[in-house]
């Protein structure tokens, strides 16, 4: 189904995108070369795609370490500090200290447009609608610009912070709010406490989903479960809070567009993805290492975009992959098969090494003892061609997050 929007877009081909492209990068790069220390240490002037590609890589290492080396904010900033109105902060639970990120008028307006022009509009979500975000509303970018994003629609915008999921539910059904935006696994524990309280999600309002923070609604499973519980079409969104938003799935439902208007992406010869921001040069990112593991296609994509699609959306983290007896595995290849199973609730994976073996089981939680763990364990087999051992444990026995669930756990 192709939205009534898509098909009155007009699309701009290739060539003119990357003129545009460079155009845009070479502008904001002017301030960013006259008087932002982080950058000027490690970029020269870029007069065309050449010298782009001859510009360093950045890891998330670089700028924490450049964090504490000039606290608070570090030294790529563009701007005198009073320019600044925001600031938003990663998690830091890949392992890293977090970062703070600081945003300036323009910079959140130029977030807030790409949640209204691109993520919103690819799902069809317009100003008629009611936009109930279930989210703690912490530090973290991704919900907070969503909610700019909606309010620029002209939509009505409800946070749920500071909500149980019991008394989330209750608001959304009694607003008849008509997308939900939620980390995927929690829209499932939203479905389940629906359930048990006699709620009736399928009779709701809503008819919209849309999901970050971790892959799920790019995994056909568990979007399924998803859109059978909420009786709604599902979509994704990818965005980092030092980024900002990068992309959304779309009608074919097959992988997400990356925001190619407004970032320059770019693949490394191992799979990870690549970003530069064209739009928020007050503390910018150039050729950023995001840590995702991608497949990415310029196939032309049903729904006219033409945006690089990343395949199935992000693989995984870099950080998340594990191997068993040689093979590399990503949680999502993992949460396809066990999102088959509608009783399970969360899931993870341990990952231990013994005598220099790799060890991993897959803990899954379920109510009652009669879950069928050895057929599981048969169809993980078959899907993923290694032994993986199941562990069932009882429901809501395993740590829940409001935002990325943690699956993999390292003993
Ligand atoms: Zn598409």
Known sequence: MRSRLETERSWISHDELRAAQLAKLRTGLRDVLATNAFWRARLHDVGGWDDFERLPLTAKSDLVADQAAAPPFGTNLTYPQERYVRLH????????????????????EWCARIWADHVY?????????????????????????????????????????????????????????TVLMSTPTYALRLADVARERGFDLASSAVRVTIHAGEPGASIPTTRSAIEAAWSAVSFDHTGMTELGPTGHSCSARDGVHLIESEFIFEVTSDGELVA??????????????????????????????????????????????FTVRGVNLYPSQVEEIVRRYREVGEFVIEHRRERQMDEVTVVVEAAGSDFPIGRLEADLRQALGVRLGCRLVPLRTLPRSELKARRVIRL
Request: aromatic content about 10%; some cysteine; overall charge neutral.
């Open 276 to 321: 530069t921001n064209l739009g928020r040069w007050g503390m910018p990112l150039i050729r950023y290492r995001t840590g995702d593991r991608v497949i990415v296609s310029r196939e032309p994509c049903s729904c006219g975009s033409p945006f690089l699609k990343l395949v199935g959306g992000i693989q995984g983290r870099v950080d998340d992959m």
């Open 89 to 108: 902060q990663t998690s830091g639970s890949s392992g890293g200290h977090p970062l703070r990120w600081l945003d300036t008028a323009e910079s959140w």
């Open 121 to 177: 509009r690819a799902a069809a979500v317009t100003r008629a609608d009611r936009v109930f975000l279930a989210f703690s509303f912490g530090p973290f970018l991704g919900f907070w610009s969503a909610f700019s994003g909606a309010e620029r629609l002209g939509a009505l915008c409800v946070s749920g912070g500071s909500m149980s999921s019991e008394q989330r539910v209750q608001d959304l059904l009694e607003l008849e709010a």
